[in-house]
Nanobody, 117 residues
Framework: QVQLVESGGGLVQAGGSLRLSCAVS????????MGWNRQAPGKQRELVAA???????NYAGSVKGRFTISRDNAKNTVYLQMNSLKHEDTAVYYC???????????WGQGTLVTVSS
C-alpha cells in the first residue's frame, strides 16, 4: 500500500495553466498504474490521464492535447500539467494508484481546481 498526497490546485483564468503534483510514499514498487481523475459538482468521477509502470500514457478525449501526465521517479511524484484550461475543467482532482496483482485502488485526498471563465 502507498499513501498519496496531491497539491497544486487553485484558481486560474480560462486559458491558463496549472501543474498538479501527487507525492507517493510507501511501497512504491507495488504500483502498476497511476492516474489522475476528476469529479465536478453533480457529476461522476472520471479518469483524466494515466501512466503505467512502463511509462505508457493515455488520456480522456476531453483533455488530450492539453494535459500531460508525467512522473519523476527520483522524487516519487506524478504530475499533471494542465494547459489551455477551460471552465469545464473545474473539479476536484484525485490521484490514484493501482497495484500489481490487483487489489483495492488507493486514492489521494483531492485538490480543487477552479477555472474562471
Amino acid at each position: 500500500q502507498v499513501q498519496l498526497v496531491e497539491s497544486g490546485g487553485g484558481l486560474v483564468q480560462a486559458g491558463g495553466s496549472l501543474r498538479l503534483s501527487c507525492a507517493v510514499s510507501g511501497d512504491i514498487f507495488s504500483i502498476n498504474v497511476m492516474g489522475w481523475n476528476r469529479q465536478a459538482p453533480g457529476k461522476q468521477r472520471e479518469l483524466v490521464a494515466a501512466i503505467t509502470r512502463g511509462g505508457s500514457t493515455n488520456y480522456a478525449g476531453s483533455v488530450k492535447g492539453r494535459f500531460t501526465i508525467s512522473r519523476d521517479n527520483a522524487k516519487n511524484t506524478v504530475y499533471l500539467q494542465m494547459n489551455s484550461l477551460k471552465h469545464e475543467d473545474t473539479a476536484v482532482y484525485y490521484c490514484h494508484a493501482n497495484y500489481i496483482g490487483g487489489g483495492e485502488r488507493t486514492w489521494g485526498q483531492g485538490t480543487l481546481v477552479t477555472v474562471s471563465s
